[in-house]
């Protein structure tokens, strides 16, 4: 009757009595070359035989993505924690709020990166424009020396409160205008249409026509004695005198 034995190791012996063993592998041996299939199995597709990339659903072969994949977002690569707290620090809208400066000249020139911006507490004036204070700028670098660019763009177009402003071409005001002081037109050229309702302003050509045609009908002359039934109301008017004893 045979008898199995598992794990054998197999002693043979030639007819010169030279002797050669052949070894199994045991239990253990067996089990770590299992437990590697199966780390293997991980990484390795058994079909393809090739990496399986990993997924956030699936185990397996990955690396570092490089700066130019972080920029363009590359798929199945992994994110350094280093590296993806540098870009997260520099990709917030693409705006790096460094925080206040007390003028415009004491913005720094080194260890400056592109879209770093501060606030400028003074107002200032930059390339012929006048800015007002409080307004935030950001850093160019695309050339040798870095140049600061004002977000509110050029003010000098706007009306500013709380100080003087010229008017150099028509504007036209749509809603209402209220005056709380004093306004200057002495130099202006204003132009007032001729009012149709209660409320509305009159120029002085409207005026003035109003009044020579009012005056023109309070006083009148008459050749003769007039018919009193024609005498308008509030109305003067003169002619020549008759002999009241006649």
């Known amino acids: 009757m045979a008898t199995t034995v598992n794990y054998a190791n197999v002693i043979l012996k030639d ?26 199995a991980l990484i390795v597709d058994s079909s393809t035989h090739e990496l399986i990339k990993a997924t956030d659903t699936v185990t397996g072969a990955t690396r570092f993505a490089t700066s130019s994949e972080l920029s363009a977002g590359a798929a199945n690569v992994a994110v350094d924690a280093a590296a993806f707290k540098s870009l997260s620090e520099k990709m917030v809208n693409g705006v790096h709020y460094k925080g206040t400066v007390a003028t415009f000249d004491a913005l720094p020139a080194d260890n400056v990166e592109a879209g770093d911006m501060y606030n400028v507490t003074a107002a200032f004036n930059k390339n012929g424009i006048d800015y007002p204070a409080g307004t935030n700028v950001i850093a160019d670098t695309s050339s040798s020396t870095v140049e600061w660019d004002v977000l509110d763009g050029d003010p000098s177009g706007y009306a500013k409160q709380a100080v003087g402003n010229t008017f150099t071409a028509a504007n036209t005001f749509e809603g209402a205008v209220t005056a709380k002081s004093t306004v200057d037109l002495t130099a202006a050229t204003t132009t007032v249409a001729a009012p149709t309702a209660d409320g509305q302003a009159a120029n002085k050509k409207y005026v003035d026509d109003a009044i020579t045609t009012l005056s023109d009908g309070i006083v009148n002359y008459s050749a003769a004695a007039p018919d009193t039934a024609t005498v308008k109301n509030n109305t003067v008017t003169f002619f020549p005198a008759t002999d009241l004893l006649s």
Request: proline content about 0%.
């Open 15 to 40: 007819k010169d009595g030279n002797i050669g063993t052949l070894r199994s592998l045991s239990q253990n041996d067996v089990a770590k070359i299992q437990q590697g299939l199966d780390d293997v």
